[in-house]
C-alpha cells in the first residue's frame, strides 16, 4: 500500500465515525466503559501487589524502650542490638517522635497526648539484614534488658503472608478474565457496527475494491474507537487515583508501607488501555467483517 | 469478450439459465430482452461473478470465471463498469464519493479522480448533486450516479441492468447517447431492458430470454421478434 491509498483510508476512517452517528457513540461508551472497568481492577490489584511486596520484604524491628530508662542506658542497649548478626541498620526514634508520625496518620486529635501526657515509648528501629531473620531479631532484643517489647512488621505477617498470596493468584486470574471480557465486550459492539454495513461492504467488492481496500478503513476506525474510547477512563482513572492516594497515603505512612506513586504508574496504566483500546478495536473490525469480504 | 459454454444456473426450484452458450464481442452492443422474471439479471449477475452458475464455464477477457479464486474476483471487476438494477450506492458516501470510489479501487490520483468525477456527473447531467446522500436523490438520479460510476474508470465491458428504468423518455435518450458514443470508442455495452421503444429505434444485437432460455440471438433485432 502507498502513502497515498493510506492517506485515502485514513481520512475515510474518520469520515466514517463521523457519519455513523449514535453508532460511534455506543462502540465509543461500550469501549470507555470497559476500559474503566479495566484500568480501576488493575490499579488495585497493582496496589495491592505492590504492599504485599513491601510487608514481604519488609525487614523492620521496632524494639520500644521501657519507659524510664536513660540516655545512657539506652546506648547501651544499642550497642547490645549492634551485635546481632542480622542486624543491618539501627536507628533510633523518641517519643515527641513517634508521636509525631501518629499525628500525621491518625489525626490532629491525638495532639492532646504532646509533652508529659505522650504515652509511647522511645524507639530503636531496627533493620534485619533479610526479611526471614525479623522474627529472631525481634525474639532476641525481646530478651533484652530496657526493652519493653519487639514488634516486626510482620507480627501478623505469617497470616497475611497467605492472605496476599491468595489476592495475588486470584488477581492474575481476575485480571486475566477482565481482559477477556473486555476483548468480548469492545469487539462484540464494534462487529454490531460492522453488521449494519454488511450491504456496504458487499457493494464495495462488487465495484472491484480488494478486501485489503475495504478492510482498512475499518480497521483504523476500530483503532480510532479503542483509542477515543480509552479518554474518558483515562481522565477519570488518573485523577481518581491521584486522589485517593493523597487520602490513603497519609494514613499508611506510619506503617512504612507506600501505595505507587501517582507518575510512572499512571503513564503505564494509561497507555495500558491505550494499548488495549487500539489492539482490540482494530482487531475486533478487522475480524468482525472476515466473513463479509467473500461476495 | 464474453463467452459462456453450456451455462446452468439453478436457484431452489426455478432455473433461471438453462444451457446459455453464446459469445459477445469487444466492442459490441448487445441488448438483454424479456419479460420480467426470465432470467436477465441472473444472466448478468454471473458476468460479474456476484451469482455463481450452477455448472458450465463463463469466461470474461483473460478471467475464467470457473476457476478464479477470492482475491482475483476484484481484478475481474475493475475490468466491468456494472449499473445495478438496483442502483447499489454506498449510503453514507455522497454523490461524489460514491463515484470517486471506483476510481480510488483502482488507484487513481486525488487530482484525476476529481476530474474524472466532475467529468461523469456532468455527463449524466448531476453536478449539482455531486454533495447529496443517495437517500436524497430520487430513483432516477440514482440510476444516473449508477452509471456516472460504471462508465467514469472507462472499462472495457459496461454491464448495465435496466439502466433506463427508472428515467422519464427524455433522460433515457440521453443515457442512450451516453452508451452509444462510449461503444463507438470500443467499449462493450451489455443492457438489459424492458424498454422497447429504445431497442427498436437504436437497433443492436438482441438476446431475448424467456424462462431461463435464449429463445433468440439476433443482430440489429427488434424488441420482439417481428419488429
Ligand atoms: N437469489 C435468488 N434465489 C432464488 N430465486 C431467484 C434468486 N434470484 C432470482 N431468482 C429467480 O430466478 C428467476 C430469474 O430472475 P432474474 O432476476 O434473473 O429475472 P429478470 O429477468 O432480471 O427479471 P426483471 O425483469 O424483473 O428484473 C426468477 O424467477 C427469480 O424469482
Ligand atoms: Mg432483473
Redesign the interface.
Known amino acids: 500500500m502507498n502513502s497515498l491509498t493510506f492517506k485515502r483510508h485514513l481520512i475515510e476512517s474518520f469520515k466514517s465515525l463521523k457519519r455513523n452517528g449514535w453508532m460511534t457513540v455506543a462502540a465509543l461508551s461500550a469501549v470507555a466503559v470497559t476500559l474503566l472497568l479495566v484500568g480501576v481492577l488493575l490499579s488495585v490489584l497493582m496496589n495491592i501487589n505492590k504492599i504485599a511486596s513491601d510487608i514481604e520484604n519488609d525487614v523492620q524491628v521496632r524494639v520500644l524502650i521501657n519507659r524510664g530508662t536513660s540516655k545512657k542506658q539506652e546506648n547501651t542497649l544499642r550497642q547490645n542490638l549492634a551485635k546481632l548478626d542480622e542486624v543491618k541498620s539501627i536507628r533510633y526514634s523518641s517519643k515527641k517522635q513517634e508521636l509525631k508520625d501518629v499525628i500525621g496518620s491518625y489525626g490532629k486529635e491525638f495532639k492532646l497526648f504532646s509533652g508529659d501526657d505522650n504515652p509511647l515509648n522511645d524507639v530503636f528501629v531496627v533493620k534485619a539484614k533479610k526479611p526471614k531473620q525479623t522474627v529472631k531479631v525481634a525474639k532476641q532484643a525481646e530478651k533484652m534488658k530496657y526493652v519493653y517489647t519487639a514488634k516486626y512488621g510482620g507480627a501478623s505477617a505469617k497470616k497475611l503472608f497467605k492472605i496476599v498470596d491468595n489476592i495475588r493468584t486470584w488477581g492474575i486470574g481476575i485480571s486475566l478474565l477482565l481482559l477477556f471480557v473486555a476483548v468480548f465486550l469492545i469487539s462484540n459492539t464494534i462487529r454490531i457496527t460492522i453488521l449494519s454495513r454488511k450491504d456496504e461492504i458487499g457493494i464495495m467488492r462488487l465495484v472491484g475494491a480488494t478486501n485489503g481496500f475495504i478492510r482498512w478503513p475499518f480497521i483504523l476506525e476500530g483503532a480510532w474507537t479503542g483509542l477515543f474510547g480509552a479518554i474518558v477512563p483515562i481522565i477519570i482513572v488518573d485523577f481518581g487515583y491521584v486522589w485517593l492516594y493523597r487520602i490513603l497515603s497519609a494514613s499508611l505512612a506510619s506503617t512504612g508501607y507506600h501505595l505507587l506513586t501517582p507518575g510512572t504508574f499512571l503513564i503505564q496504566i494509561d497507555l495500558l488501555l491505550i494499548l488495549i483500546g487500539i489492539i482490540i478495536g482494530a482487531l475486533g473490525s478487522g475480524l468482525s467483517m472476515r466473513r463479509f469480504l467473500k461476495i | 469478450m464474453i463467452e459462456f459454454t453450456h451455462v446452468y444456473k439453478k436457484y431452489d426450484n426455478t432455473t433461471a439459465a438453462a444451457d446459455f452458450t453464446l459469445q459477445i464481442k469487444q466492442g459490441e452492443f448487445v441488448y438483454v430482452v424479456g419479460p420480467s422474471g426470465a432470467g436477465k439479471s441472473t444472466f448478468i449477475k454471473m458476468m460479474?461473478h456476484?451469482e455463481r452458475p450452477t455448472s458450465g464455464k463463463i469466461k470474461i477477457n483473460e478471467f475464467e470465471l470457473d476457476k478464479i479464486k477470492?482475491?482475483e474476483?476484484?481484478?475481474l471487476?475493475?475490468e466491468?463498469g456494472?449499473v445495478?438494477q438496483d442502483f447499489?450506492?454506498?449510503?453514507?458516501m455522497t454523490v461524489f464519493e460514491n463515484v470517486a470510489?471506483?476510481l480510488?479501487?483502482?488507484?487513481k490520483?486525488?487530482a484525476e479522480i476529481k476530474e474524472r468525477v466532475e467529468h461523469v456527473l456532468a455527463l449524466v447531467g448531476l453536478v449539482n448533486k455531486a454533495d447529496s446522500f443517495p437517500s436524497e436523490l430520487s430513483g432516477g438520479e440514482q440510476q444516473r450516479i449508477s452509471i456516472a460510476?460504471a462508465i467514469a474508470k472507462k472499462p472495457e465491458i459496461v454491464i448495465a441492468d435496466e439502466p433506463t428504468g427508472n428515467l422519464d423518455p427524455g433522460t433515457a435518450e440521453g443515457i442512450m447517447d451516453i452508451l452509444e458514443r462510449i461503444n463507438q470508442q470500443g467499449t462493450t455495452i451489455v443492457m438489459a431492458t424492458h424498454n422497447s421503444t429504445i431497442v427498436n429505434e437504436r437497433k443492436h444485437r438482441v438476446i431475448e430470454i424467456e424462462s431461463g432460455k435464449i429463445v433468440r440471438d439476433q443482430q440489429e433485432g427488434g424488441f420482439s421478434e417481428h419488429e
Not at chain 2, 88 to 92: A, D, G, H, T, V
Open positions: 460479474y456476484e477470492n482475491h474476483i476484484p481484478y471487476r475493475r466491468l456494472v445495478f447499489k450506492l454506498l449510503p453514507r470510489y471506483a480510488q479501487v483502482i488507484g490520483k486525488p460510476r
